[in-house]
């Protein structure tokens, strides 16, 4: 959250975006601390479909403009943003493709990495309240 709502707005774009990749090499230590908990694996695969988009693109989550539209988000925004829409943009389907309605609350654009996200993260919070 530091990365991608507080930080960037006193930020150049590259410095960023060089940050926001960045903050995915911390998750390796997590993880690799956590491995065999259940639901990691499920949690490392959105994260590495995330990174991997991200990375494709410079630092930015590419997302698709009618998904944005959906969302209310299509508008510009100055300074960084960590999900926006870009002419030529590498794996778009691994990019913000869904998206929550405006007017529907939490309404944003997300990714299939992100729905592995929320998955790993239900599994985990699952396995570790003993249920």
């Known amino acids: 959250m530091l ?3 507080i ?6 774009g590259a410095v960023a975006a060089g940050f926001h990749l960045a903050s995915y090499a911390l998750t390796l230590v997590f993880v690799a601390a956590n491995w065999r908990i259940p639901g990691m694996v ?3 695969a959105g994260g590495l479909c995330n990174l ?8 930015v989550m590419p997302a698709s403009e009618r ?12 300074g960084f943003i960590n999900s926006k829409s870009q002419d030529g943009a590498h794996l778009l389907f691994l990019g913000d ?3 929550l309605p405006e007017g529907v609350p939490f309404a944003n654009v997300f990714s299939i990495g992100d ?4 998955v790993g993260g239900t599994v985990i919070a699952h396995r570790a309240g003993g249920s």
């Open 52 to 59: 991997v988009a991200i990375g494709a693109n410079g630092g």
């Open 3 to 5: 990365i991608i709502s």
């Open 7 to 12: 930080i960037p707005a006193g930020l150049p």
């Open 115 to 118: 729905v592995l996200l929320v």
């Open 42 to 44: 499920i949690l490392v």
């Open 97 to 99: 493709i869904f998206a």
């Open 67 to 78: 998904a944005l539209e959906v969302a209310g988000r299509a508008a510009p925004v100055d």
